[in-house]
């Protein structure tokens, strides 16, 4: 409960207070001719004595229970207003705090099962949270693993392209070195033709020779 409540309850203690002691105070006395007369030795007088300081010891007690009533009230110990009990029936402005207080207590309890569940949410949200940073901390690893193989495999792809084209080069070079043999080899066929023609022709010469040689 908070002070404006508190200071609001004493404030309604006091009223109530100052009631019931304004209706203590108006209680209209026996008028005279209604109380006996006070005559020594008599009987009657003496009863009436007595019912008259009942009756004021009645109201002292009523008083000294009111105040300490009040008292215990205004005490830091006072937390609840229906555990002060009074000897007067409750009037509407005890049953307007009395109802207030109850709202109160329900607002309270509202507000306490709001707390337990943000409460909870917010744990559920943590976790959530943790996780998905445990998450993404692998996943940033698996990302770094993925990068490091990208370019592992980037690396062996320009080494083999740099081979690719040292080895196209080197067929190229085949080609042409096989090309110029393969004229060569033309030049060098066409000139065992024409060795071979030479020779023909020479034999041809030396067997005329050799014949003319004979017929002288």
């Known amino acids: 409960i908070t002070k404006d409540g508190s200071a609001s309850r004493t404030e309604s203690l006091d009223q109530l207070r100052s009631e019931l002691l304004s209706r ?6 026996a008028p005279p001719s209604a109380r006996p007369s006070i005559v020594p030795g008599d009987a009657g ?6 019912d008259e300081r009942k009756t004021l010891m009645n109201q ?3 008083f000294e229970q009111l105040k300490q009533q009040f008292n215990d009230a205004r005490s830091p110990a006072a937390v609840n207003v229906e555990d002060v009990s009074f000897d007067v029936p409750a009037n509407a402005k005890e049953a307007e705090l009395e109802e207030e207080l109850r709202q109160v207590k329900k607002e309270n309890i509202d507000l306490n099962i709001r707390i337990t569940s943000l409460q909870d949410e917010l744990k559920d949200k943590g976790s959530e949270a943790s996780n998905l940073l445990k998450n993404s901390s692998l ?3 698996e990302l770094a693993d993925l990068r490091f193989n990208a370019e592992q495999e980037a690396q062996a792809a320009r ?6 084209a040292e080895l196209k080069e080197k067929v190229s070079a ?3 070195e096989l090309s110029s043999v393969r004229r060569r080899l033309v030049q060098a066929e066409e000139q065992l033709v024409r060795v071979e ?5 020479v034999q041809v010469r030396a067997v005329r020779l050799e014949e003319e040689r004979e017929s002288f």
């Open 60 to 62: 002292r007690a009523m």
């Open 174 to 176: 085949s080609e042409r």
């Open 24 to 29: 203590i105070e108006a209680k209209p006395a």
């Open 159 to 164: 080494r083999s392209a740099v081979e690719n």
């Open 197 to 201: 023609e030479e020779f023909k022709v």
């Open 45 to 50: 007088g003496s009863l009436g004595d007595i």
């Open 139 to 141: 996943a940033q690893a």
